[in-house]
């Protein structure tokens, strides 16, 4: 009896340990960063181009310039990723074939950033010649996030529990009509689950971006999809390490901003999320 | 007049042989209860006859099956179902109101008039007796009702779409004895409308409520016959077992 209760609290202890470890590394980068980062906050600092060669100014052209790729991003890979994911769990037969496209999905999402992003060079700056431009690099991100939002929507459709299905079919529904009105809207809280990871990863991602948009200095913003474009993460690594004497705060300062860009727009699709669940009525 | 009729029907999950050579026909107007042990194939039977089995992916089938004197195979799998609607064992509302429930099937069906909508609706749970209880909340969620309500809105659901068959499936395993009393009671009454098929766990119900009634047994329909005969004087030894409770 003693014994149970003491590796018990033995292994509370060792759970707990582990939640603390991975606590407390996330809340000492977002406090440090809001501790150096905050001074530089202004409005000039949101709204202003950069200036003297980086080391004054603002950022705005970079928060517009992330703001469009990740949208870009969404309104590629969403409704690709989506229809995918309903022909793999609803249509597609349990066969070898389709077990490797799963499978290579999954896989897709652990390919280094970098290889997308060459990738992107190659199809769509060279080949399709949109050249270094919002455009590329939307597509680029978004076939990058394409598999996040492929496996967690196919997820999501297949957690709708089969006997809805069922239920649908035996009233005389149609496969499509019952997809479309009882999978789907049932699904739509873990397909934007998929989503908001989706997003918070290319708007962090640097690299998918170098080679297809970013631009390392330009004061304006982008007139068209085929402009390049300044972008957060882009302009991070160039201030922090490509320009000579930058303010600190400055750096932080973007890192900041960044992090905040990711969490309004996170928290959209949580809201949204959240009043589908509330809607949900089982 | 025969409603459906099965001819040395078999049918394989994968390697497993559910139905073997089974015979039968059923009346237009009667109950049909169908009793046996789990895995006696008393459900995939009746699952044919909606052809809800064609959902496994390794379902194969022999042998003939017509409804209507149509064979089931060649009637489009969407009317068949509409004609031939199923209550299921657990009660299985759809994530919607319980007015929407209701509806589902008829707006599926392509009804857009929603005065007609909701005359349907009302009928629909009248017939099923749950008007009563409900009509001052038909918003609200289906998941708020009670085990028995659910299941009498799983009826009410089935007939909005004007069947000429429910099949039950075991619809009252997960109910207490009054709510069974109360779904067994829709059952008789709508018996002058519909053709019913009652696969069910409970002996006693089949007695009650069967015309006729079928016991199989590992797949094989061993013994059909009028529920009065079958239960007083069954021809097969092993009918005879079971309703006396030697196996089960």
Redesign the interface.
């Known amino acids: 009896m003693r014994n149970t209760q003491r590796s018990q609290k033995i292994a509370f202890f060792f759970l707990f340990l582990a939640t603390l470890l991975i606590v407390v590394p996330v809340g000492l980068i977002v406090v440090i960063i809001i501790q150096k980062g905050l001074p530089a906050i202004n409005w000039q600092f949101l709204s202003d181009i950069p200036r003297q060669g980086m080391r004054a100014g603002g950022i705005f052209p970079a928060i517009i310039g992330t703001f469009y790729l990740v949208l870009g991003a969404i309104i590629f890979a969403l409704p690709i990723g989506l229809l995918a994911a309903i022909y793999l769990s609803e249509y597609a037969k349990d066969n070898i074939l389709n077990r490797i496209i799963k499978l290579a999905i999954v896989n897709l999402s652990g390919v280094p950033s970098v290889v997308y992003g060459l990738f992107g060079l190659a199809l769509f700056v060279v080949f399709l010649r949109f050249g270094a431009s919002i455009l590329s690099g939307s597509l680029t991100l978004g076939i990058m996030i394409l598999p996040i939002i492929v496996t967690t929507s196919r997820e999501a459709l297949e957690s709708v529990p089969q006997s809805f299905r069922e239920v649908s079919l035996s009233l005389g529904a149609s496969k499509w009509q019952t997809i479309r009105h009882i999978v789907l809207p049932n699904a739509i809280p873990g397909i934007l689950t998929g989503t908001i990871l989706g997003l918070g990863r290319a708007a962090g991602e640097t690299a998918p971006i170098l080679f297809t948009v970013a631009a390392f200095y330009l004061p304006q913003l982008p007139k068209s999809i085929f402009d390049q474009a300044m972008a957060l993460p882009y302009h991070l690594y160039v201030i922090s390490t490509q320009v000579p004497n930058v303010d600190e705060k400055i750096r932080y300062g973007t890192a900041l901003v960044l992090l905040f860009l990711v969490l309004f727009m996170n928290l959209v699709a949580i809201i949204i999320r959240y009043n589908f669940r509330k809607k949900k009525k089982w | 007049m025969v409603k459906f009729n099965a001819k040395n029907l078999n049918i394989w999950f994968g390697q497993i042989h559910a139905l073997k050579g089974v015979n039968i026909e059923i009346e237009a107007n009667e109950i049909l209860s169908v009793i046996g042990p789990s895995n006696s194939g008393k459900t995939s039977f009746l699952r044919m006859l909606?052809r809800?089995n064609e959902?496994h992916?390794n379902f194969r089938m022999s042998g003939w099956l017509e409804f209507d004197r149509e064979e089931i195979k060649r009637i489009n799998v969407?009317?068949?179902?509409?004609r031939v609607?199923?209550v299921?064992a657990?009660p299985?509302?759809?994530?919607?109101?319980i007015f929407e429930n209701v509806a589902?099937?008829v707006r599926?069906?392509g009804e857009k008039n929603r005065g007609k909508v909701a005359g349907i609706v009302e009928g629909a749970l009248k017939q099923a007796y749950l008007w009563d209880e409900v009509k001052d909340r038909l918003g609200v969620?289906?998941?708020k009702l009670s085990g028995g309500q659910q299941q009498r809105l799983?009826i009410a659901?089935?007939l909005a779409?004007a069947p000429e068959v429910i099949l039950f499936d075991e619809p009252c395993s997960g109910l207490d004895p009054i709510s069974t009393a109360k779904v067994e009671e829709a059952m008789l009454r709508l018996k002058k409308d519909y053709t019913i098929v009652l696969v069910t766990n409970n002996v006693k119900q089949a007695a009650r409520v069967g015309d006729r009634t079928a016991f199989f047994l590992s797949g094989e329909l061993v013994e059909l016959d009028r529920t009065q005969k079958l239960f007083t004087a069954p021809a097969d030894r092993r009918t005879d077992g079971y309703i006396r409770g030697e196996f089960g």
């Open positions: 909606n809800l959902l992916a969407e009317s068949l179902r509409k609607g199923m299921f657990l299985l509302p759809l994530p919607l109101s589902y099937g599926m069906h969620s289906a998941f799983c659901r089935t779409v």
